[in-house]
């Protein structure tokens, strides 16, 4: 089941906890991944989620819908993207941890993408923010393993430039590797 963005859609930060929420209707409450270290300040005890929002929301929808995914993991990814969209806090690249690659890939916003590293691992990334230079980039796969003292957990967020990108090869998704 897809979930319909509407009015009563709201976000909401419990400073008690230092948790992001985003109330989705009676009963209904969504918790991002991001972590409070990684956010900006959060102005307002409630905001509301945006025509912005619920456009992000579309447009990730209609991106991932060439994928083989479940509705409630597109879902659970696009609430993810959009609050790192909108609450995580500005990052420079930290591209050195991925491979250069021999052909030069620009991708688009909601694209589904590949960055590998150095310590031979690949991951998927979804593609939050794309220019002619940079991408922000989400991890999507459980883990993704750059060294024994670096890696990132699913929904960590990522920049890097375009020459690192892997237009992703397979359009399906084994359910063990989707979380």
């Known amino acids: 089941m897809i979930l319909k963005p509407d009015d009563n859609w709201l976000w909401k930060f419990d400073k008690t906890q230092s948790q992001l929420c985003l109330e989705l209707g009676d009963e209904l409450v969504f918790q ?26 579309y447009q990730l929808l209609e991106q991932l819908s060439d994928h083989d995914l479940p509705s409630a993991v597109k879902v659970h990814w696009i609430l993810n993207a959009i609050t790192a969209l909108r609450f995580h806090k500005p990052m420079m690249p930290q591209s050195w941890f991925f491979k250069v690659q021999t052909q030069f890939y620009r991708p688009e916003q909601g694209e589904l993408i590949e960055l590998a590293c150095f310590a031979q691992q690949r991951a998927r990334y979804l593609v939050l923010e794309s220019n002619s ?3 922000l980039c989400m991890l999507v796969d ?5 060294s ?13 430039m375009n020459d690192r990108v892997c237009r992703l090869q397979q359009q399906t998704f084994l359910m063990s590797q989707v979380s």
């Open 32 to 57: 991002p991944y991001l972590n409070r270290k990684k956010m900006v300040a959060f102005p307002k005890s409630v905001m509301p989620f945006t025509v912005d929002d619920a456009a992000i929301y």
């Open 133 to 135: 230079q940079v991408s």
């Open 142 to 146: 459980p883990k993704h393993v750059f």
């Open 148 to 160: 024994q003292q670096k890696a990132l957990q699913q929904f960590d967020v990522i920049k890097v």
